[in-house]
């Protein structure tokens, strides 16, 4: 859960979750040493007087600024791509969870078993006890195993929305008319929020 004045991301519960965090952090540092790169650059030109013109023309730098780029970009790429296959992989789910999105409540059905579904409402404001968290307290939650393999369709009965629960790494939008697919595994017991 998130909690007040976080910079962070929230702990992650899955590996999935864990995997796109060590990817921010890889592609944070990349960012940083670029950003420190050019401040340090434009503090030199800021600095010092112009004494080398003959730089100017030449090639060699020409060559490095093209390509240094492209193998940065490539380092992103790699990483960002294996974890893109990595998500969409699905690997004999032990449960299939079919949620519907609706305005103002979200419809769950365990699709293994025979007429297990109930509605999930967000509960009034008026209405929560003491520790509740507003706008993300439901009176009927969703339970799921831990450390299985769940398949979760996504889809909604009238407008857009979006199925999503960060400490998981998962957000998966439900379209009209589309049935939307992916999966999910909890790596320990706890109450997680989503929206």
């Given at each position: 859960?998130?909690?007040?004045?976080?910079?962070?991301?929230?702990?992650?519960?899955?590996?999935?979750?864990?995997?796109?965090?060590?990817?921010?952090?890889?592609?944070?540092?990349?960012?940083?040493?670029?950003?420190?790169?050019?401040?340090?650059?434009?503090?030199?030109?800021?600095?010092?007087?112009?004494?080398?013109?003959?730089?100017?023309?030449?090639?060699?730098?020409?060559?490095?600024?093209?390509?240094?780029?492209?193998?940065?970009?490539?380092?992103?790429?790699?990483?960002?791509?294996?974890?893109?296959?990595?998500?969409?992989?699905?690997?004999?789910?032990?449960?299939?969870?079919?949620?519907?999105?609706?305005?103002?409540?979200?419809?769950?059905?365990?699709?293994?078993?025979?007429?297990?579904?109930?509605?999930?409402?967000?509960?009034?404001?008026?209405?929560?006890k003491p520790g509740e968290l507003r706008l993300l307290e439901v009176d009927n939650r969703v339970v799921l195993p831990m450390e299985m393999t769940i398949r979760m369709l996504v889809s909604s009965e009238d407008v857009l929305h979006s199925?999503?629960?960060?400490?998981?790494?998962?957000?998966?939008?439900?379209?009209?008319?589309?049935?939307?697919?992916?999966?999910?595994?909890?790596?320990?017991?706890?109450?997680?929020?989503?929206?």
């Open positions: 859960m998130a909690y007040p004045m976080q910079l962070g991301f929230q702990d992650a519960t899955s590996p999935i979750m864990e995997e796109l965090l060590h990817f921010h952090d890889h592609t944070l540092m990349i960012v940083f040493l670029i950003s420190s790169l050019v401040l340090y650059i434009i503090s030199l030109m800021l600095t010092t007087k112009l004494t080398h013109t003959s730089t100017m023309d030449a090639q060699e730098v020409e060559t490095v600024w093209t390509i240094l780029p492209a193998i940065i970009l490539i380092l992103i790429a790699l990483p960002s791509l294996r974890i893109l296959y990595m998500m969409d992989e699905i690997n004999n789910p032990s449960l299939t969870v079919k949620t519907m999105g609706h305005q103002w409540y979200w419809s769950y059905e365990y699709t293994d078993y025979e007429d297990l579904s109930f509605d999930s409402y967000m509960v009034p404001t008026s209405e929560l199925w999503a629960v960060p400490s998981l790494g998962l957000k998966t939008d439900a379209i009209p008319g589309r049935l939307n697919q992916t999966t999910l595994m909890s790596t320990r017991p706890g109450l997680y929020y989503g929206q």
